[in-house]
């Protein structure tokens, strides 16, 4: 009866609350099953009053309602749209209307090389790196045949994706480890000595993850594949993820071109790319929006923090101001690291497509020093696309910044080769105001952190003090005073767990003051001083984090 079945089904956690519509449905397929087994002893799993249930009855109004698979569409009607949640291409809020460098950058205000459309029972992905599209329809359904014929398309597959993946890049692991695929992932190909995630090296491991084309050689792999070809030729509904320079028509290959966006939003939002073969859009979107909505939250907070009380609107005190005001400048950034052989490699603004320094800083509202034009040296051999500054050149260049961002996990071998005597000249090293990027661990920069790269926005507005000075540096570890991160232990247990970044949201401070625009000749009534504002606003984060 109804109630005994609700006693199961919250033994089985299917509140709606908590599931889409077609994981209710598998669960509901799982109590069925869980009812025929019990059915020989009713007594023992539904109580003493319990009846027996027909179970043969009840797996049958499943199939009717879901069919064999409970990913497929069945009796499908070509009116029906299957897609009723869709990705939506970002508006970077952060960027705003105009150019943070005076002309110098058009700014991208969103995704610029990815489109997805919807056409009811199959959508189509566009990655306008290289001008490739792949049509993705839903399992229970025919591709339409205009678009088979057309031979536009480098894939024509099915929807929800069955057949795994492989990897050929650690930039690829975050997105696939926030929606919960590590399942998914069936090989890696290259080296994967480089990955940091703890999962998928247990994973590795265990041999649930094969090694393709590698030269691992601190773990024996119980099974490898000298090829990707070997690998698709024993699994040939596999996918394989391409970078945004591998070959577009290779077999079995979607390329991911990401890392080729201008911008940090732009770059995240291609979790949308996985989220559509797997039909997740629904989760894509609440989590792309959740990391540009920190984002967005961080600036307005540096910027709130950075301007004069006129700009504010506050008719408050200053005690709590991070920032100097009146006759100082704002903190500088100098962001650089060096090459054996090359020289120091320093930011150069507004070289967006180089690195996302310029955008963190312009974010944060900081000055950050960027190289002149025709200064250093472009070697040949590596293009004359990659610029370095001398000893003397750099020094020059840096000598009196505020702050040293140095982007590599190698300080100690810049301190054993350059040595104390030249880097004492630097004011950052003085009062140890140097960074490095082993925060969380030594490798996880090029990996986990592209999955928080708000976190690393609020870092930087947090070591350059334009903050509200709760957030502790997460990615960002001062070398004189920091220890090296640690990647914590896998939870096995919950393989396919969705990863979230362990830091609290931020909480926009103009809010928390009650800030509102000043009238002429009238007080703003309700408005709170700084100190008390920042106080109530510590407090209310504190209550926040023991609830």
Not at 231 to 255: C, E, K, Q
């Amino acid at each position: 009866n109804q109630e005994r079945y609700i006693i199961v089904s919250e033994s089985l956690d299917i509140r709606p609350s908590k599931f889409d519509i077609k994981t209710q449905k598998i669960m509901f397929t799982k109590l069925a099953i869980a009812a025929a087994i019990a059915s020989a002893q009713p007594a023992l799993i539904f109580g003493q009053d319990a009846t027996v249930v027909d179970t043969n009855s009840i797996l049958q109004d499943v199939e009717n309602a879901i069919g064999d698979d409970t990913t497929c569409v069945k009796n499908f009607d070509a009116k029906t749209d299957l897609f009723p949640t869709k990705w939506s291409s970002p508006n970077i809020k952060t960027y705003g209307d105009v150019d943070l460098y005076g002309a110098k950058f058009e700014p991208s205000v969103t995704t610029e090389l990815l489109d997805i459309t919807y056409h009811n029972s199959y959508k189509i992905i566009h990655n306008k790196f290289v001008n490739a599209t792949y049509l993705l329809y839903q399992c229970g359904t025919e591709p339409p045949q205009e678009e088979v014929e057309s031979g536009e398309h480098k894939m024509i597959l099915e929807v929800p994706h069955k057949g795994g993946l492989a990897l050929t890049s650690t930039v690829q692991i975050p997105a696939i480890e926030m929606l919960g695929l590590r399942s998914e992932v069936k090989a890696y190909v290259g080296n994967t000595k480089w990955i940091s995630s703890p999962c998928l090296n247990h994973m590795l491991d265990e041999g649930e993850i094969i090694n393709v084309d590698g030269d691992r050689d601190d773990v024996a792999h119980t099974e490898s594949a000298s090829s990707v070809e070997e690998f698709l030729l024993r699994n040939p509904d596999a996918l394989v993820l391409g970078g945004p320079y591998d070959d577009a028509d290779a077999d079995r290959t979607m390329v991911i071109a990401g890392s080729q966006e201008n911008t940090n939003v732009g770059q995240f939002d291609w979790i949308a790319f996985y989220a559509a073969l797997y039909n997740k859009e629904d989760m894509s979107n609440r989590i792309a929006g959740s990391a540009q909505q920190n984002y967005d939250c961080a600036s307005e907070n540096s910027f709130f923090l950075s301007s004069s009380p006129t700009e504010r609107n506050l008719k408050a005190t200053t005690s709590t101001r991070r920032v100097a005001e009146e006759g100082h400048s704002k903190p500088t950034l100098l962001w650089a690291s060096w090459f054996k052989g090359y020289g120091w490699s320093v930011a150069h603004c507004p070289n967006y497509q180089s690195g996302t320094e310029c955008e963190w800083a312009a974010a944060c509202n900081v000055d950050i020093l960027s190289r002149p034009e025709g200064v250093g040296n472009a070697p040949e051999s590596l293009g004359g696309r990659y610029w370095y500054l001398s000893d003397e050149e750099f020094l020059e260049f840096g000598k009196d910044a505020d702050r040293w961002m140095y982007k590599s996990q190698h300080w100690e071998k810049v301190l054993a080769e350059k040595g104390v005597e030249y880097l004492s000249q630097f004011k950052a090293y003085q009062n140890q105001q140097i960074y490095d990027t082993q925060g969380v661990s030594p490798n996880s920069w090029h990996e986990q952190r592209l999955a928080e790269y708000y976190v690393v926005g609020m870092d930087v507005c947090a070591i350059m003090g334009v903050d509200d000075g709760l957030h502790k540096s997460r990615w960002l570890r001062n070398i004189f005073t920091d220890p090296i991160g640690v990647m914590p232990e896998c939870n096995v247990a919950e393989i396919d767990e969705p990863y979230v970044a362990p830091v609290s949201e931020c909480m926009p401070i103009a809010a928390t003051l009650n800030v509102v625009p000043e009238e002429k000749g009238v007080e703003n009534a309700g408005t709170v001083s700084a100190h008390q504002g920042l106080t109530f606003f510590a407090l209310f984060v504190v209550a926040a984090s023991l609830w």
